[in-house]
């Protein structure tokens, strides 16, 4: 059975860091490109990093880059999302989620239009003093 459980969330203080980990079971990394979504509040889900199946392309939306870094380690089946200088407006539920490459092989149009096929639970992270 294909999971994803996303782990590492939590409070932090305005400028602190957070790295959340995506562990993924029931199939191999290799054929799925992945991505770290998230959601707040009222708001839509929007695409935060991708990252592509082979390791060589990323994208981050604008309101992350600088900041956020997205890494993979397929032969360990995880995918970390290591977040810096967090901000009160980076507060939300964030999502990891899986495409087939064969499917979908844009990670920038898997980030902008928030196409995920498999998708995990969700780790809370909130930013506040």
């Known amino acids: 059975q294909l999971q994803l459980v996303e782990s590492g969330g939590g409070l932090v203080q305005p400028g602190g860091s957070l790295r959340l980990s995506c562990a993924t079971s029931g199939f191999s990394l290799n054929y799925y490109n992945i991505g770290w979504f998230r959601q707040a509040p009222g708001k839509e889900r929007e695409g935060v990093s991708c990252?592509?199946?082979?390791?060589?392309?990323?994208y981050y939306a604008d309101s992350v880059k600088g900041r956020f870094t997205i890494s993979r380690d397929n032969a360990n089946n995880t995918v970390t999302l290591q977040m810096n200088s967090l901000k009160p407006e980076d507060t939300a539920v964030y999502y990891c989620?899986?495409?087939?490459?064969?499917?979908?092989?844009?990670?920038?149009?898997?980030?902008?239009?928030?196409?995920?096929?498999?998708w995990g639970q969700g780790t809370q992270v909130t930013v506040s003093s």
């Open positions: 989620t899986a495409v087939l490459r064969v499917v979908l092989s844009s990670i920038q149009t898997m980030c902008l239009q928030r196409r995920g096929h498999y």
């Open positions: 990252i592509s199946s082979s390791n060589a392309s990323t």
